[in-house]
């Protein structure tokens, strides 16, 4: 009998602790590997796409906190305690009966299978692979510590208000020094870089910042139309601006040069000076 209660009361324990309503059936089931799958108790005929995941165990069935109206799982550390989900926004923006566009954003997130619970959001360049130290990498850059040594408060933080849409962060390098600071809004129905973004070396001396002016041709035209301006400073290991850039591009589109870039010496004095026209002009 004692035996018996022990394995009711473990059939409610999954997860460390929650207790959770499961749902009957799900549109989707996807196997994670062999101790966790994520089903989907939504889906968008119109669009084709998963949403509303759920974390399945042994033991329990747990909702993933992630925000985003669709998701879609797509690769899972080497240890097995850290999952990458592609987030996707998606949607009809309506302005009049007569007049709509599509409104979409890819995002992603990183979630410890051990609690559901999601501990990295990216809005840009959220990594591509986990390395053999289950480190979640882009490019050469460590997105997520997958190893847990990393304090908790040197990880992405991201601070947005549902009014404003503001998305702000602040990233760090390893040894806890700041690595970028930026934000992204959403700006003619669609999420983009905003304001001026920050780099910094792992000694957090600032190399470089990228300043975003976004603007459409026409008020009629929706996001997909947008022509992102972007001014870069680069900044010499001494600390004096090295030199200026302008670059112009549609939505996501190619990266023209633009407008005039200089080069300065160590003692701010102007060495080069080049225009290169605009390809997009307000």
Same mark, same amino acid.
């Given at each position: 009998?004692?035996?018996?209660?022990?394995?009711?009361?473990?059939?409610?324990?999954?997860?460390?602790?929650f207790a959770q309503q499961v749902p009957v059936s799900f549109s989707?089931?996807?196997?994670?590997?062999?101790?966790?799958? #994520? &089903? *989907?108790?939504? *889906?968008?005929?119109?669009?084709?796409?998963?949403?509303?995941?759920?974390?399945?165990? !042994?033991?329990?069935?747990?909702?993933?906190? %992630?925000?985003?109206?669709?998701?879609?799982?797509?690769?899972?550390?080497?240890?097995?305690?850290?999952?990458?989900?592609?987030?996707?926004?998606?949607?009809?923006?309506?302005?009049?009966?007569?007049?709509?566009?599509?409104?979409?954003?890819?995002?992603? !997130?990183?979630?410890?299978?051990?609690?559901?619970?999601?501990?990295?959001?990216?809005?840009?360049?959220? &990594?591509?692979?986990?390395?053999?130290?289950?480190?979640?990498?882009?490019?050469?850059?460590? #997105?997520?510590?997958?190893?847990?040594?990393?304090?908790?408060? !040197?990880?992405?933080?991201?601070?947005?208000?549902?009014?404003?849409?503001?998305?702000?962060?602040?990233?760090?390098?390893?040894? &806890?020094?700041?690595?970028?600071?930026?934000?992204?809004?959403?700006?003619?129905?669609?999420?983009?870089?905003?304001?001026?973004?920050?780099? *910094?070396?792992?000694?957090?001396?600032?190399?470089?910042?990228?300043?975003?002016?976004?603007?459409?041709?026409?008020?009629?035209?929706?996001?997909?139309?947008? %022509?992102?301006?972007?001014? %870069?400073?680069?900044? !010499?290991?001494?600390?004096?601006?090295?030199?200026?850039k302008r670059f112009q591009s549609a939505y996501e589109g190619e990266? *023209?040069?633009?407008? %005039?870039?200089?080069?300065?010496?160590?003692? &701010?004095?102007?060495?080069?000076?080049?225009?290169?026209?605009?390809?997009?002009?307000?």
């Amino acid at each position: 009998m004692k035996l018996n209660s022990l394995l009711f009361l473990l059939s409610f324990v999954g997860f460390g602790l929650f207790a959770q309503q499961v749902p009957v059936s799900f549109s989707r089931v996807e196997q994670i590997n062999d101790e966790y799958s #994520v &089903g *989907y108790n939504y *889906y968008s005929e119109e669009f084709d796409l998963f949403g509303d995941a759920y974390l399945i165990d !042994a033991f329990d069935t747990v909702s993933i906190d %992630i925000t985003t109206s669709t998701c879609s799982y797509s690769t899972v550390s080497p240890n097995g305690r850290f999952a990458y989900f592609e987030t996707l926004d998606i949607g009809w923006v309506f302005r009049s009966e007569v007049d709509s566009f599509l409104h979409d954003k890819w995002y992603g !997130a990183v979630v410890d299978l051990s609690t559901a619970k999601v501990v990295k959001y990216c809005t840009i360049d959220c &990594g591509d692979f986990w390395d053999s130290n289950n480190l979640w990498m882009q490019d050469l850059q460590v #997105v997520f510590n997958g190893n847990d040594t990393i304090p908790r408060s !040197a990880e992405t933080i991201y601070d947005g208000s549902d009014e404003s849409m503001d998305v702000f962060w602040i990233t760090y390098h390893e040894n &806890g020094c700041v690595q970028e600071t930026g934000q992204t809004s959403d700006q003619f129905g669609c999420g983009m870089n905003t304001g001026t973004h920050n780099f *910094y070396s792992d000694e957090g001396i600032l190399r470089r910042s990228v300043s975003y002016e976004n603007w459409l041709p026409s008020r009629a035209d929706g996001c997909h139309e947008v %022509i992102q301006e972007m001014v %870069i400073i680069e900044f !010499a290991p001494q600390n004096y601006v090295k030199s200026k850039k302008r670059f112009q591009s549609a939505y996501e589109g190619e990266e *023209y040069k633009a407008g %005039i870039w200089e080069a300065f010496n160590e003692h &701010g004095e102007l060495i080069s000076s080049e225009y290169y026209g605009l390809k997009y002009k307000k």
